[in-house]
């Protein structure tokens, strides 16, 4: 009696399954909204539910990044100084008075010429370069696990990353660190450098 009738199996076989990407259609009326398939699996977690890193998890970060800048700082310092002649100066001083009082000399100037510019340059290098690579953060900020984004989750580029660097030095003329200190307080946990350049600092657990 059922002879020529399509059987369940063979309807569903006949019905195309939908391309790659392509949001499925449903009817009208069956209360099912046809949610697009595309992006589906691609949100990156921060942008669900963001976690902010407190201050404390940043502060580590900074004595790691401290620790690792002292390590490479020092072996230029010290070739500075040889390559100078610092150590031979130090060596000509008057003894029994005040070494420097006809004031300082050239080679002493020179050094702490390039010492201030080391660290100047070094330290803008560090932070820029790193926080604006795939990295989205300086070394120590890799081992704690935070990363630098904007205010939309999405990496920094170089210059905003490059103006945060330049922003801790408003941030430090705040007495006492508060202005470190407010990224345990303030709602997205920004310190000031954040707030001027409209960046975040995430866990990156949530990525």
Not at 184 to 205: N, P, W, Y
Request: charged share 10%; aromatic share 12%; proline share 6%.
């Amino acid at each position: 009696m059922k002879c020529g009738q399509p059987t369940y199996a063979a309807s569903s076989a006949m019905t195309p399954a939908p391309a790659a990407g392509v949001g499925v259609v449903m009817p009208a009326g069956s209360g099912t909204s046809a949610a697009p398939l595309a992006n589906a699996g691609h949100v990156p977690a921060y942008e669900i539910r963001p976690v902010y890193a407190g201050f404390w998890l940043r502060f580590v970060a900074y004595v790691l990044d401290a620790v690792i800048l002292g390590a490479f700082a020092l072996p230029i310092f010290f070739g500075l100084a040889m390559m100078m002649g610092v150590g031979a100066a130090m060596s000509n001083l008057p003894r029994g008075r005040d070494p420097f009082e006809s004031g300082l000399p050239p080679v002493f100037a020179l050094f702490l010429g390039a010492f201030v510019l080391v660290v100047f340059v070094g330290g803008w290098m560090y932070h820029a370069l790193l926080e604006s690579s795939e990295w989205q953060g300086t070394a120590g900020k890799r081992i704690v696990g935070i990363v630098v984004t904007d205010m939309d989750g999405a990496r920094v580029s170089f210059w905003r990353a490059t103006g945060r660097y330049f922003a801790k030095f408003i941030t430090g003329m705040i007495p006492l660190g508060i202005g470190y200190i407010i990224a345990g307080f303030t709602e997205k946990r920004q310190a000031i450098h954040d707030m001027i350049v409209g960046s975040l600092v995430l866990r990156k657990s949530q990525f």
